[in-house]
């Protein structure tokens, strides 16, 4: 059972407990750097700093990130001489990172089935080589991952289309690609258009499918203050969530000391999974047929299809909202009065809405809702899309997506003299379906875990395994270095806390956090080790060996990490004064049109899209699965075995199930089971030894850990348009072992 609050004694506790395992001294010296004007931005969550930063401007699971990158555990050529990767291959995630830091470039050796250290430039020399040997430069596949920077990915996509593809599966495909496709036809933009101030002036705010308790700790602080000043917080997740309940600022002395709990969500419903969509769309036709006064001078002027779209609306019966979003209409109706007396209302969402065969539905209904009363486009209103990685965002506005606009590469040519490619390229499953038919052999991984990120383990495993080369540039030791192509590179990189020391001298890195927020990042801790280098200067070692230096001086850009941000001001709109703005503690505002009620959509307007309530038939005995994170993992990395908030300690193959389905299934928490995927491929996938634990949870519903239960999504099984993994709706069947 969950606790009743997130924070308190037990987050500093826990706090201590990381520090302590990993390096104390060490990362108490530098957490006060992290999140400070000067210093350098948590590696976590993208969760944005405020104007004036606090002296601890960081949360339990940013300190969880940070001893994770202090610490003085090293995955060295020792760790790798002394086990073989097959061994490795049975090793829990958890042990894979807990080896700690890696020290230098490593390549595989089949002979001796080990990762021997490889110098740097033959390191470079084998990637060129390879990439050289393909028939086709869409043969080649460049992920990136959110913690990149905006300086790193803008040379690693150059790099990429200077080599002719655009094959640029990153982060975002897994995550809030649902979002980007979703509000990029609704509003012009797949941004979020509310900034923090916004969160001072809401009347209302909307918390749809997130757990910020452990996904966006400093989430919470500003959910407390809106919350204390009497703003209505409505919480619609399936599960009941420590975070969304209560909250104790573990950096309030007062709240600490007298252990008093925040209330946080004025509201908590529980939809069925899957049942946002028919929720929202249930308090919208509330809100018609009440006659509440909408915003309709805003609606004329700002927007299009509102009369088609109302249209739908009433056309859908009260029967099945309640059938698919499983709540009762007194709780619909009570969240829809709340948006009717509300003047100013946030929206808020998370992977519980991307994650699903109809998520780009589930942000539009979450736009409609919020056009209903032009909640966009003025204070402390508007869509917050929370990211989860701290510069996810950063890295699609440099470039790193598999559809450009025509009018970025034009300039991106006009700026290197090279002609770009104009064919899309893969998002991250269709990076998989090539690599399984053998249409793309070399793969490389700027920062990440790919092979546990994806879907479709066994499925992905293979296709890796299949690759002529793969190459991760990294910090730890990860899964996706054990699952390796034919040959394979470990790139060692900095970290953010650290120096990253160029020609010129120290440098800083920039980052845009949830809400086009562009600040400067600067480490100040010694590399754990000499032999690591940035994550440009391993780019431009690539590039030099690929390309040499005739149209591109990779050199002068890596000497001084201004020059790469004086290109991406040359290409890229917005970034006028790059240099000179990030010199401002708190960096600048990237310019949002719909924030400004410029729309550019097909339209020309906010647009009101109409899209069918989708049905979900499940037979007798199956359940809606949800994967989700625990309280000690970031995305794929595992801190440690516990998730304190839900009661968990020591493990991580629980189910978490309803009261009554347990005793329905005949199980108990002594059990063990084995869970059944049914994918629309018609492939039934299993993991087993899962134990049942009981939970507040809606009837037929489940939720279990990633990535264990990654190999139950079929590959197939995608967000429409979007192509995000369903992680969060998995139809299964349980059986007791």
Same mark, same amino acid.
């Given at each position: 059972?969950?606790?009743?609050?997130?924070?308190?004694?037990?987050?500093?506790?826990?706090?201590?407990?990381?520090?302590?395992?990993?390096?104390?001294?060490?990362?108490?010296?530098?957490?006060?750097?992290?999140?400070?004007?000067?210093?350098?931005?948590?590696?976590?969550?993208?969760?944005?700093?405020?104007?004036?930063?606090?002296?601890?401007?960081?949360?339990? !699971?940013?300190?969880?990130?940070?001893?994770?990158?202090?610490?003085?555990?090293?995955?060295?050529?020792?760790?790798?001489?002394?086990?073989?990767?097959?061994?490795?291959?049975?090793?829990?995630?958890?042990?894979?990172?807990?080896?700690?830091?890696?020290?230098?470039?490593?390549?595989? =050796?089949?002979?001796?089935?080990?990762?021997?250290? &490889?110098?740097?430039?033959?390191?470079?020399?084998?990637?060129?080589?390879?990439?050289?040997?393909?028939?086709?430069?869409?043969?080649?596949?460049?992920?990136?991952?959110?913690?990149?920077? =905006?300086?790193?990915?803008?040379?690693?996509?150059?790099?990429?289309?200077?080599?002719?593809?655009?094959?640029?599966?990153?982060?975002?495909?897994?995550?809030?690609?649902?979002?980007?496709?979703?509000?990029?036809?609704?509003?012009?933009?797949?941004?979020?258009?509310?900034?923090?101030?916004?969160?001072?002036?809401?009347?209302?705010?909307?918390?749809?499918?997130? !757990?910020?308790?452990?996904?966006?700790?400093?989430?919470?602080?500003?959910?407390?203050?809106?919350?204390?000043?009497?703003?209505?917080?409505?919480?619609?997740?399936?599960?009941?969530?420590?975070?969304?309940?209560?909250?104790?600022?573990?950096?309030?002395?007062?709240?600490?000391?007298? !252990?008093?709990?925040?209330?946080?969500?004025?509201?908590?419903?529980?939809?069925?999974?899957?049942?946002?969509?028919?929720?929202?769309?249930?308090?919208?036709?509330?809100?018609?047929?009440?006659?509440?006064?909408?915003?309709?001078?805003?609606?004329?002027?700002?927007?299009?299809?509102?009369?088609?779209?109302?249209?739908?609306?009433?056309?859908?019966?009260?029967?099945?909202?309640?059938?698919?979003?499983?709540?009762?209409?007194?709780?619909?109706?009570?969240?829809?009065?709340?948006?009717?007396?509300?003047?100013?209302?946030?929206?808020?969402?998370?992977?519980?809405?991307?994650?699903?065969?109809?998520?780009?539905?589930?942000?539009?209904?979450?736009?409609?809702?919020?056009?209903?009363?032009? =909640?966009?486009?003025?204070?402390?209103?508007?869509?917050?899309?929370?990211?989860?990685?701290?510069?996810?965002?950063?890295?699609?506005?440099?470039?790193?997506?598999?559809?450009?606009?025509?009018? $970025?590469?034009?300039?991106?040519?006009?700026?290197?003299?090279?002609?770009?490619?104009?064919?899309?390229?893969?998002?991250?499953?269709?990076?998989?379906?090539?690599?399984?038919?053998?249409?793309?052999?070399?793969?490389?991984?700027?920062?990440?875990?790919?092979?546990?990120?994806?879907?479709?383990?066994?499925?992905?495993?293979?296709?890796?395994?299949?690759?002529?080369?793969?190459?991760?540039?990294?910090?730890?030791?990860?899964?996706?270095?054990?699952?390796?192509?034919?040959?394979?590179?470990?790139?060692?990189?900095?970290?953010?806390?650290?120096?990253?020391?160029?020609?010129?001298?120290?440098?800083?890195?920039?980052?845009?956090?949830?809400?086009?927020?562009?600040?400067?990042?600067?480490?100040?801790?010694?590399?754990?080790?000499?032999?690591?280098?940035?994550?440009?200067?391993?780019?431009?070692?690539?590039?030099?060996?690929?390309?040499?230096?005739?149209?591109?001086?990779?050199?002068?850009?890596?000497?001084?990490?201004?020059?790469?941000?004086?290109?991406? /001001?040359?290409?890229?709109?917005?970034?006028?004064?790059?240099?000179?703005?990030?010199?401002?503690?708190?960096?600048?505002?990237?310019?949002?049109?719909?924030?400004?009620?410029?729309?550019?959509?097909?339209?020309?307007?906010?647009?009101?899209?109409?899209?069918?309530?989708?049905?979900?038939?499940?037979? /007798?005995?199956?359940?809606?699965?949800?994967?989700?994170?625990?309280?000690?993992?970031?995305?794929?990395?595992?801190?440690?075995?516990?998730?304190?908030?839900?009661?968990?300690?020591?493990?991580?193959?629980?189910?978490?199930?309803?009261?009554?389905?347990?005793? !329905?299934?005949?199980?108990?928490?002594?059990?063990?089971?084995?869970?059944?995927?049914?994918?629309?491929?018609?492939?039934?996938?299993?993991?087993?030894?899962?134990?049942?634990?009981?939970?507040? &949870?809606?009837?037929?519903?489940?939720?279990?850990?990633?990535?264990?239960?990654?190999?139950?999504?079929?590959?197939?099984?995608?967000?429409?348009?979007?192509?995000?993994?369903?992680?969060? $709706?998995?139809?299964?069947?349980?059986?007791?072992?």
């Amino acid at each position: 059972m969950s606790k009743e609050y997130a924070g308190g004694w037990g987050a500093l506790k826990s706090s201590m407990k990381f520090m302590q395992r990993e390096a104390f001294a060490k990362s108490a010296k530098t957490l006060f750097k992290m999140n400070q004007p000067k210093g350098f931005d948590c590696p976590g969550c993208a969760w944005p700093d405020p104007k004036e930063t606090s002296m601890s401007e960081f949360c339990e !699971n940013g300190v969880k990130a940070l001893t994770y990158e202090t610490t003085k555990k090293r995955a060295s050529s020792a760790t790798f001489m002394n086990h073989t990767v097959t061994e490795m291959q049975s090793w829990s995630d958890f042990k894979l990172e807990d080896q700690g830091r890696l020290t230098e470039p490593f390549v595989y =050796n089949d002979l001796s089935d080990k990762y021997e250290p &490889i110098s740097w430039d033959d390191a470079f020399a084998i990637i060129a080589k390879e990439l050289k040997a393909l028939d086709n430069p869409d043969e080649a596949l460049f992920y990136t991952s959110g913690r990149t920077s =905006n300086e790193a990915a803008f040379l690693y996509q150059l790099m990429g289309r200077m080599y002719g593809t655009n094959n640029f599966p990153d982060c975002s495909n897994l995550c809030h690609e649902s979002t980007g496709v979703g509000m990029g036809e609704s509003v012009g933009i797949g941004k979020g258009t509310v900034l923090l101030d916004d969160f001072e002036k809401a009347d209302a705010i909307y918390v749809f499918g997130q !757990n910020p308790g452990t996904n966006h700790p400093r989430m919470l602080a500003e959910l407390q203050t809106a919350a204390k000043r009497g703003c209505k917080i409505l919480s619609f997740n399936p599960l009941v969530e420590a975070g969304l309940k209560g909250f104790i600022h573990p950096q309030d002395p007062v709240g600490m000391g007298l !252990n008093k709990v925040s209330p946080i969500s004025s509201h908590y419903y529980q939809p069925l999974i899957g049942g946002d969509l028919a929720a929202i769309r249930g308090m919208i036709k509330h809100l018609f047929e009440s006659g509440v006064k909408l915003d309709e001078a805003f609606i004329e002027e700002h927007c299009s299809g509102f009369d088609e779209y109302k249209a739908l609306v009433e056309s859908v019966s009260w029967e099945e909202i309640l059938r698919e979003s499983g709540l009762p209409k007194a709780q619909i109706i009570e969240a829809a009065e709340v948006y009717a007396n509300s003047d100013r209302v946030i929206a808020c969402w998370a992977m519980g809405l991307t994650q699903h065969r109809h998520g780009v539905a589930n942000i539009q209904e979450v736009i409609n809702l919020l056009l209903l009363k032009g =909640n966009i486009g003025r204070e402390g209103a508007g869509a917050c899309p929370v990211r989860g990685h701290s510069n996810v965002q950063g890295d699609r506005t440099v470039g790193i997506t598999e559809f450009p606009k025509e009018d $970025f590469l034009v300039k991106l040519e006009q700026e290197f003299d090279f002609t770009a490619p104009r064919k899309h390229g893969l998002s991250a499953v269709h990076a998989i379906e090539a690599m399984e038919k053998g249409e793309a052999k070399v793969f490389v991984g700027m920062g990440g875990n790919f092979a546990s990120a994806t879907p479709d383990t066994e499925k992905t495993f293979k296709a890796m395994q299949s690759c002529e080369l793969t190459v991760h540039v990294s910090t730890h030791l990860n899964r996706s270095h054990v699952i390796h192509g034919k040959k394979a590179l470990i790139l060692p990189c900095i970290g953010r806390s650290e120096k990253d020391l160029q020609a010129s001298g120290l440098q800083s890195v920039t980052v845009e956090d949830s809400m086009s927020m562009v600040h400067a990042s600067t480490g100040s801790n010694e590399p754990a080790s000499t032999s690591l280098k940035s994550e440009p200067a391993i780019v431009a070692g690539i590039s030099k060996a690929l390309f040499g230096s005739e149209k591109v001086d990779w050199d002068g850009l890596i000497a001084n990490y201004a020059n790469i941000r004086n290109k991406i /001001e040359a290409v890229i709109p917005g970034f006028d004064q790059y240099n000179k703005k990030i010199q401002v503690p708190g960096g600048f505002h990237l310019r949002n049109s719909a924030r400004l009620r410029e729309w550019k959509t097909a339209t020309d307007k906010a647009r009101f899209i109409s899209n069918e309530l989708p049905a979900h038939n499940l037979e /007798e005995g199956q359940l809606r699965l949800m994967t989700m994170r625990s309280h000690d993992q970031y995305n794929t990395t595992i801190y440690g075995m516990d998730d304190r908030y839900r009661g968990i300690k020591n493990e991580r193959k629980v189910i978490f199930l309803n009261e009554t389905d347990m005793k !329905n299934f005949g199980l108990t928490e002594s059990d063990s089971v084995r869970i059944t995927s049914y994918a629309s491929d018609g492939v039934q996938r299993s993991v087993e030894g899962f134990r049942p634990v009981k939970y507040d &949870i809606p009837q037929n519903c489940a939720g279990a850990y990633f990535p264990e239960t990654n190999p139950l999504v079929g590959l197939s099984d995608h967000a429409k348009r979007s192509f995000t993994p369903m992680s969060k $709706f998995i139809v299964v069947r349980l059986e007791k072992l």
